[in-house]
């Protein structure tokens, strides 16, 4: 049974850095996969924010992302990360890591496997 559970989401004010990570379980080969970073917000579809490479040095990102979240996965350890600084109360959403065999994808119907999400609240 694949799980995937995200982790760091919390309250911070707006410019603060927050790392999520996401812990993967129940794949296999997990280096195989390409992994993503969702988010979404009542009432707005989910928004892909950015997609690594099985081989975790080609990345993707939202546009309004570019500059200010970073994608990366440790292999070894099964786990997926985005690293997101500058924050702004528009980054304030529920953010779902993903699995998917369509490498580099930005569509979430082409994630195979979703977490549970973590709420990240950029609020003064």
């Known amino acids: 049974q694949v799980q995937l559970v995200e982790s760091g989401g919390t309250l911070v004010q707006p410019g603060d850095s927050l790392r999520l990570s996401c812990a993967a379980s129940?794949?296999?080969?997990?280096?195989?996969?390409?992994l993503g970073w969702f988010r979404q917000v009542p009432g707005k579809e989910r928004e892909f924010v950015a997609t690594i490479k099985p081989d975790g040095r080609t990345t993707r990102y939202a546009d309004s992302m570019k500059g200010r979240f970073t994608i990366s996965r440790d292999n070894a350890k099964n786990t997926l990360y985005l690293q997101m600084n500058s924050l702004i109360p528009e980054d304030t959403a529920l953010y779902y890591c993903?699995?998917?065999?369509?490498?580099?994808?930005?569509?979430?119907?082409?994630?195979?496997?979703w977490g549970q999400g973590t709420q990240v609240t950029v609020s003064s």
């Open positions: 993903a699995v998917t065999l369509i490498i580099g994808s930005t569509s979430p119907t082409t994630y195979l496997y």
């Open positions: 129940g794949l296999n080969t997990f280096s195989r996969y390409g």
